[in-house]
């Protein structure tokens, strides 16, 4: 469909993937099922080129009836997190994650790659392939013997997020709350220190999505690479705890970094909702302020494909194509839009990984 690829900092497939029978999989993977936003058929024909593939463990059932969802439905919120995860409640379904990626490669006829360098990416893309890269969101099954976060390299891991909302051993997230700063929580742990110095040794990109502003800081300070954001957004246009501050993206660009705009309606709307009735005005408000504060060689996507629930106008992956058209109608010109569905994310990736 859209003549411009588009490379993705964020999508949560391989939960909805991992969540169905082991015998269903292949076909949900090579056929689909029409309920979630992703699927190799679809992907293929909206020009998806590839991007990090989040391995996410999500918490218990705490026996309230009450989800997330239903507690961002009255505002203002600030949901509680979920407790902390032993390693041993997170590594079974971590490894199982990682396991449908690598049966979503085996069984794709070589179109889909997981990639564990940023060179690989580009000549995937121009000979017509999906790259991947397998990301972790919320370190809870490296554990504390850090040690084991090499065997995790050596099954291709590549980018990792501390935290995701809720603490681990490594650091602080950010709860999910509207109207509300970043700043909740204290900085990373002495443990979170040593894995951002082992990443750094490793080659394992460091996530600044999801993780609280102490933390954040803390990262900066401690790590030699370019940071990234994998999909955030602009606090100022939606003050909501999950969005980086002008003050995180200014320090972000400082390092040469780049932030993937997330797709999710509660991290668009000024009004903090996750009303699916909104149309791409508010997509183009953050990425306005994203590029006036990041400048046209940082600003990227981040969509959180079947993580969020996102703009009706976009639907699903088949959506991407209204998107860059949108972009285009905005006033973005071919080349920055390029930059923006895939170019950035290559650039920083070729450097970095």
């Excluded at 996410?56 to 009450?66: A, M, T």
């Excluded at 040593?194 to 800081?217: M, P, T, W, Y």
Aim: charged share 20%.
């Amino acid at each position: 469909m859209t003549s411009i690829p588009v490379f993705d900092g964020h999508n949560d497939f391989l939960f909805r993937v991992s969540s169905v029978s082991p015998d269903k999989r292949e076909a949900m993977w090579l056929e689909g099922e029409g309920a979630h936003h992703l699927d190799l058929p679809r992907m293929k024909e909206a020009n998806f080129a590839g991007g990090f593939f989040a391995i996410w463990v999500p918490s218990p059932d705490d026996g309230s009836g009450l989800d997330f969802e239903t507690q961002m439905e009255t505002l203002p919120y600030h949901l509680n997190l979920p407790p902390m995860l032993s390693q041993a409640d997170a590594v079974l379904t971590a490894m199982t994650q990682a396991a449908c990626l690598r049966q979503m490669e085996r069984v794709s006829g070589g179109d889909f790659v997981i990639v564990e360098s940023g060179k690989q990416i580009r000549p995937l893309i121009e000979s017509g392939k999906i790259a991947a890269i397998m990301h972790m969101e919320g370190a809870e099954a490296i554990g504390p013997e850090l040690d084991h976060l090499q065997l995790w390299y050596d099954m291709g891991l590549r980018s990792l997020g501390p935290v995701w909302s809720r603490p681990t051993l490594f650091g602080e997230g950010v709860p999910f709350a509207f109207p509300s700063s970043p700043d909740h929580g204290a900085g990373l742990t002495d443990l979170g220190k040593q894995l951002v110095a082992e990443c750094d040794r490793l080659g394992i990109l460091i996530d600044l999505s999801h993780l609280n502003e102490k933390g954040f800081e803390d990262v900066v300070a401690l790590s030699s690479q370019p940071m990234m954001a994998t999909h955030s957004n602009a606090h100022a246009i939606t003050p909501s705890s999950r969005n980086l501050t002008d003050r995180q993206l200014k320090i972000m660009a400082e390092t040469d970094g780049v932030v993937g705009l997330n797709y999710g309606c509660a991290f668009l709307r000024d009004d903090g909702r996750r009303d699916e009735n909104v149309g791409f005005d508010p997509m183009m408000r953050h990425l306005d302020h994203l590029l006036s504060i990041m400048g046209e060689d940082r600003v990227a996507l981040g969509s959180d494909f079947d993580g969020a629930v996102i703009p009706k106008a976009i639907g699903d992956v088949m959506g991407l194509y209204d998107l860059i058209q949108a972009m285009q109608a905005h006033g973005y010109g071919t080349e920055l839009t390029a930059k923006i569905a895939n170019g950035n994310w290559l650039n920083f990736l070729e450097r970095a990984m």
